[in-house]
Each structure stands twice: as C-alpha cells, then as structure tokens.
C-alpha cells in the first residue's frame, strides 16, 4: 500500500511518489523578459473581484504583465510565457495590515506551472496561447488567445533605458512591499458545497535586473462570448470592464527571478 511521507512534496497523482527535488531544481528563472504596463482604477469595481480581508490600496493600481522565462531551473532549462493582472492591495490580517499585489489571473502556455501554481501556492493560473513578444522598430507587442480568441493586446514604445541597478536596490529597499499574494480556494467535490481550502496566500521573490526601460504602454482587451471562450469570458470581459482612469509608466525589463527564497516562505496570511 502507497504511504504519503510527511516530509515530501507531492501533487497529483501522489501515488506514484513525491516531486522530484535536487541540486538543479532550484526557483531560478535565470532568462527573464518582462513587460509591465499599469494604470489606476476604479475603486469600488475593483474592489468587487477581492476576497475577504484584502482591501484596494490607496492608489487603486492594477498592473498587466508578460513574461518570458527562459531557462528555468526546475523545468531543466526549459521556459514558458505568461500574462498576469494584478492590483495594488493591503491585506488586513491578525498580524497587522500588509501591502502587497492581489493576482486576479495569470494566463501561462504550460500545463506544468500552471498546476503547481494552483495546487502549492494558490496562484489563480489558468491556460492560453501566448506566443513569444515581437519587437517593431522599437515597439514591444506580445498577444495572448485561448481557442483562437484574442484575448489581450500589450504593447510598449518609446522606451528609454534607465538605470538596472538603481530598480533592483529599489526593489530590494522596498521588500516590506514585496508581498504577491493568491486565493487558494478549493470548494467541495463536484465543486458544490462548503470550501475545502479558503485562504489568502503569498509568495515573495526576488528579481535582479540587467536592463530596464521606460516607456507608453497601451493595453488592449477583447470583448468575448461564451461562444468564443466558454471557460474563460466572464474573466476577461470582468478586466476589460474595469476603467482605466489614468495609465502609468511602462516598464521593459531583462534580467533573472528566484521563485523560491526560503526567508520569506510561501506561506498562508493569517
């Protein structure tokens, strides 16, 4: 009889043993291509899509990221591409209130970190076609579709370098703030029912950046049917319903992230 040791790590289907971990599997996405466009909303709209105990930062920010990972440590070199929504949010727990990013959705081109996403972070990671960006005479674009529907448009231009290492020890100054934070929410068998698993987790990381630019973000949502998206619409017409009162700096970086720093654990906000 298959027997579950406490002190490994497992996903589905466990019987065939724990997730392998080794000296090569580390958190280290050590090719990292970023785009980040962000911009203030409304309030009260998006409050409607936060969860208990977690609050709309002053500001009221959302911010829309593509990234391209290539050379991932625990993929054995291999990459995959993602689009995120977040928004800037303060979780009011039994320890104080923490600042951080709320995900509302993160798009991925791969199965494998779209599971251990869900099932060990809490990560609300779901599944679409997000083809490597493009770079036009100087215009950054990037795409993602899910059964041929467009779902979302980015693009960056009129970049201007700034200073690598001056955004990296800002980030690293600001690490009180570097609070990502999920939903990991797991309702009854059959998906009906009281919840099997409700709470609020985060899981930090650290970024080191070898360019950086700034520049005019333009972001393009696309109005679908069930139709067109049968599993997905309702979160993309959700975001692209949500106003944007005023874009913010674009953001274009190259550099590495660690996914896993074992001083700031993944771990359940209380």
């Not at 977690?54 to 990221?65: G, N, Q």
């Not at 795409?143 to 800002?170: G, R």
């Not at 049917?225 to 599993?231: D, H, K, L, M, Y």
């Amino acid at each position: 009889m298959f027997k579950l040791d406490p002190m490994q790590s497992y996903m589905m289907p466990a019987h065939f043993g724990p997730r392998y971990i080794g000296e090569k599997t580390s958190g280290w996405y050590r090719d990292v291509t970023a785009m980040t466009l962000s911009y203030r909303t409304d309030r009260e709209k998006l409050a409607a899509y936060l969860p208990n105990n977690v609050t709309v930062a002053e500001d009221a920010i959302v911010s829309v990221f593509y990234a391209c990972n290539k050379q991932v440590d625990w993929l054995a070199g291999r990459g995959y591409n993602m689009i995120g929504v977040t928004a800037a949010v303060v979780y009011q727990g039994e320890e104080g209130p923490i600042e951080g990013s709320y995900s509302l959705v993160i798009w991925e081109n791969l199965t494998d970190p779209i599971l251990s996403g869900r099932e060990l972070q809490g990560i609300p990671k779901v599944y679409a076609d997000i083809p490597e960006h493009s770079i036009d005479q100087g215009k950054w674009s990037c795409t993602a579709s899910h059964f041929d529907s467009t779902i979302v448009d980015l693009s960056v231009s009129n970049l201007v370098a700034v200073d690598a290492e001056q955004v990296t020890a800002s980030q690293k100054d600001n690490v009180d703030k570097d609070n990502p934070m999920g939903w990991r929410y797991l309702p009854a068998l059959g998906g009906f029912g009281p919840e099997v698993v409700n709470e609020i987790t985060t899981y930090p990381s650290e970024n080191i950046f070898t360019e950086v630019s700034v520049g005019e973000g333009q972001i393009d949502w696309h109005q679908l049917t069930w139709e067109q998206n049968p599993t997905q619409f309702h979160i993309v017409n959700a975001l692209a319903d949500l106003p944007m009162l005023e874009n913010l700096p674009a953001i274009v970086t190259k550099g590495s992230t660690n996914l896993m720093v074992p001083e700031r654990w993944t771990r359940t906000l209380r």
